[in-house]
């Protein structure tokens, strides 16, 4: 908490166009971050596309050990 009391006191040391100023990278930083934010392991995984035979789920040993060609 000792960090929010630190900006509020900053805060009440600044002008209007200071604020307008502060407001605004503020804004714009907010944005970046949530541009920038990494997708977990699970929403990668989603996004793979796998191009295979109908078969491929029932019968993928077969297409492993050369048995059958996609």
Do not use: C, W
Not at 3 to 25: F, G, M, P, Q, V
Not at 31 to 42: M, Q
């Amino acid at each position: 908490m000792v960090t929010r009391e630190l900006i509020y006191s900053e805060l009440d040391r600044l002008n209007a166009d200071e604020l307008d100023e502060l407001y605004k990278l503020i804004r714009q930083m907010s944005r970046t971050r949530r541009k920038s934010r990494k997708k977990g392991a699970l929403a990668k995984i989603k996004r793979i596309k796998i191009v295979a035979p109908r078969d491929f789920s029932v019968n993928h040993d077969l297409y492993i050990l050369g048995e059958r060609r996609a």
